[in-house]
């Protein structure tokens, strides 16, 4: 059971970036309603499930929702300048390298050779999925007309978006809250954080109104990814997490009607592949 709900994470986060690409808005109106949304959905289940929540609680919470408004307003502006077929897996491949070496070191999630054995066999599957899934073709270069694309700039905001997302997940590990008391407290975080990347760029329109939606993905997605890392650890967890690469790599070519050469698509399927073993084999060793 407990797989099952790791894999819940996987649709709904491999949604988001095909549904903020299709309601439009820069990078910081994203991540704003994003946080909106999810800030809609938390006190929702604030009321439902009358958590107690005390100061350490709301602390932790929020200085964790901060962390995370920095890593998803990078990887919305990752996204803006590669693409989302390319800009979701290269950040998912770079979340995957720190996550799992800080759950597996740090935390030691894993403790016998056979653990790092397939571990690190199922981490380089993963890794060479999300490599193959953003790489391009050097001999010809697909038309396109979003003349926002910039590798160099994308790559940038995906190194700060990646520490922001390792701190947010080294927060909730090593705090170990119970994740339905935690909920509030980090989306107030999280929307917190939003309202200072927005803060004299962004008016409450409806750019900022349409992508709420997402931010009901991302709750959905993130009390499910929290529940998992207490009953399966940080390593595994995040990991089968990630693999919504397949949805969002897929969605941004056949759903947003993002440009692959056919070698690039090629490029794209065997990508997914390994990230679908990458993730059996995870979960086959939590399991065994």
């Known amino acids: 059971m407990s797989i099952l709900i790791a894999l819940i994470p996987m649709f709904a986060w491999g949604s988001i970036g095909l549904v903020s690409g299709k309601m439009k808005g820069?990078?910081?109106?994203?991540t704003l309603g994003m946080t909106l949304g999810a800030f809609v959905f938390s006190v929702v289940v604030f009321f439902v499930t009358k958590p107690t929540i005390d100061g350490w609680i709301l602390?932790?919470?929020?200085?964790?929702?901060?962390c995370w408004a920095v890593g998803q307003n990078g990887q919305f502006h990752?996204?803006?300048?590669?693409?989302?077929?390319?800009g979701l897996p290269m950040s998912?491949?770079?979340?995957?390298?720190?996550?799992?070496?800080?759950?597996?070191?740090?935390?030691?999630?894993?403790?016998q050779m056979r653990?790092?054995?397939?571990g690190t066999t199922a981490l380089i599957l993963l890794i060479a999925g999300a490599y193959l899934t953003a790489r391009k073709d050097g001999d010809k270069a697909?038309?396109?007309?979003?003349?926002?694309?910039?590798?160099?700039?994308?790559?940038?905001?995906?190194?700060?978006?990646?520490?922001?997302?390792?701190?947010?997940?080294?927060?909730?590990?090593?705090?170990?809250?119970?994740?339905?008391?935690?909920?509030?407290?980090?989306?107030?975080?999280?929307?917190?954080?939003?309202?200072?990347?927005?803060?004299?760029?962004?008016?409450?329109?409806?750019?900022?109104w349409k992508n709420t939606v997402s931010g009901?993905?991302?709750e959905t997605g993130n009390i499910s990814m929290l529940l998992t890392v207490q009953q399966i650890g940080l390593a595994v967890g995040f990991s089968l997490s990630q693999m919504g690469i397949i949805i969002s790599t897929l969605g941004g070519?056949?759903?947003?009607?993002?440009?692959?050469?056919?070698?690039?698509?090629?490029?794209?399927?065997?990508?997914?592949?390994?990230?679908?073993?990458?993730?059996i084999l995870l979960g086959y060793m939590k399991a065994a």
């Open 253 to 279: 070519i056949f759903f947003l009607g993002e440009k692959k050469t056919k070698k690039e698509f090629r490029y794209v399927v065997i990508g997914c592949l390994l990230v679908i073993f990458g993730g």
């Open 216 to 218: 009901l993905l991302w």
């Open 142 to 208: 697909p038309d396109t007309e979003n003349k926002m694309l910039d590798f160099a700039k994308g790559f940038r905001a995906l190194i700060y978006s990646t520490v922001g997302f390792g701190a947010y997940m080294v927060i909730i590990t090593w705090a170990g809250i119970d994740p339905v008391a935690f909920v509030l407290p980090q989306s107030a975080g999280m929307l917190l954080g939003a309202s200072f990347f927005a803060f004299g760029k962004t008016k409450l329109d409806a750019g900022v």
């Open 78 to 86: 990752g996204m803006k300048y590669m693409g989302v077929s390319v």
């Open 59 to 66: 602390l932790i919470g929020l200085l964790a929702g901060i």
């Open 26 to 30: 820069d990078a910081n109106q994203q």
């Open 92 to 111: 998912t491949g770079m979340q995957l390298i720190l996550s799992t070496v800080i759950g597996a070191l740090f935390f030691g999630e894993w403790t």
């Open 115 to 118: 653990d790092y054995f397939l």
